[in-house]
């Protein structure tokens, strides 16, 4: 007999897709497990995969008052036809929508996770609007999780709530699969050389690797800047496919086209090539939660430069397992960049054995799905 029901909501079903992948099948052995997403042609691949039931309450990104209203009447149907006894959400309209339809159905325990706050990069009225519904979400869940200390300070520091928070473990909402993200596996090592020779890369040269969505918001402009100024040996690999609601500039998108030494390979389901082809990540953003690549790069033993903003200065350790730079500034990233470029190969390797080594104390997967079992038993007061 399992314990009680526990609904997990996303707005997108990529989210369970990718960053929260095999944790409902691990925590469907405890809990009954139910999924809420918008439908995106993922519901009974994703229904699969995790052996848990998947429904799907349609949810629209960005500010949309009827479509808001309309998602958390059919959340409402949802609740009160499962009758879950914990509906815990990720992202913010999930939140918005579930933690509503949650407290009117009278759901005992709402959780909501926050991941990178969008609100401290805005200004005027979109900023207010962001911080109060974040403030709705606070005000309506019984309990308030985010990913990282960063997160913590942010939400304290604006007003967001006042409610008592604890990061689940060091941070992260997903912990990093080691089996899957480690070096030195066979078939990973051949398709990365195999990159690098139809890239033109050659074995002495330098590679930097971004991986992550072409937005704004992730620096990619003064990582094209900072480029531009870094010696002729430097390399630098970008993974991601362009953002529709925030691109990238104009300009930037066609540097990374254009130059010679930049290789924008588009979206790639499987990063570890783009990884183990590199000498260190490289992620510039303004804003994140708790990035994951920066944990799946530290489990290939790549160091990273990233800049000094929530998540990322939780993860790296300057001079340990990567350096970190200042957040929109060019000169910053270049310094950050060439002292990367400089350090010897061997140094290099004590801190990529060094980045991997935090990543499997702290981050391990399975370490991770625990702690979060343990957390829905406490909040549902089983021993």
Excluded at 94 to 103: N, R
Excluded at 208 to 219: Q, S, T, V
Aim: glycine share 6%.
């Amino acid at each position: 007999m399992k314990e009680a029901k526990l609904l997990i909501v996303t707005t997108v079903p990529e989210t369970l897709k990718t960053i929260l992948v095999h944790q409902p099948r691990f925590l469907n052995r405890k809990f009954s497990v139910h999924l809420a997403s918008s439908d995106e042609g993922a519901n009974k691949t994703i229904s699969a995969k995790e052996t848990v039931p998947f429904h799907v309450v349609s949810m629209k990104r960005g500010i949309s008052p009827i479509s808001d209203l309309l998602s958390v009447f059919n959340m409402c149907r949802l609740i009160n036809r499962l009758k879950p006894q914990v509906v815990h959400s990720y992202t913010p309209k999930a939140g918005l929508v579930s933690m509503i339809a949650a407290y009117l159905c009278r759901v005992p325990v709402r959780v909501h996770t926050f991941t990178g706050l969008i609100f401290p990069t805005q200004t005027g009225p979109k900023r207010f609007l962001l911080v109060n519904i974040d403030r709705i979400i606070c005000m309506l869940a019984t309990r308030v999780i985010p990913e990282g200390e960063g997160v913590k300070r942010d939400l304290l520091s604006f007003g967001v709530t006042r409610k008592d928070m604890s990061v689940i473990g060091h941070g992260n909402i997903a912990g990093v699969d080691l089996s899957f993200f480690q070096p030195g596996i066979g078939a990973v090592s051949s398709k990365s050389e195999l990159m690098k020779k139809s890239l033109g890369i050659a074995d002495e040269d330098f590679v930097f690797c971004y991986i992550g969505r072409l937005n704004r918001d992730k620096g990619l402009k003064e990582l094209g800047q900072a480029f531009l100024k870094l010696p002729d040996f430097v390399q630098l690999i970008v993974v991601g496919e362009l953002d529709a609601e925030a691109p990238v500039d104009s300009y930037t998108l066609a540097l990374f086209k254009e130059h010679e030494r930049i290789h924008a390979v588009g979206f790639k389901a499987d990063i570890r090539d783009a990884l183990e082809a590199c000498d260190a990540l490289v992620l510039p953003s303004y804003r994140e939660g708790f990035p994951n690549v920066v944990l799946q790069a530290g489990a290939m033993r790549k160091p990273a430069v990233v800049t000094d903003i929530n998540g990322s200065n939780e993860i790296i350790e300057p001079g340990l397992n990567g350096w970190i730079a200042k957040p929109q500034d060019v000169s910053s990233l270049q310094v950050a960049m060439n002292q990367a470029v400089n350090t010897p190969k061997t140094e290099l390797s004590v801190m990529g054995a060094f980045a991997r080594s935090r990543v499997v104390e702290r981050y391990e997967q399975t370490a991770h799905w625990g702690r979060m079992n343990a957390f829905y038993l406490q909040e549902l007061n089983i021993d």
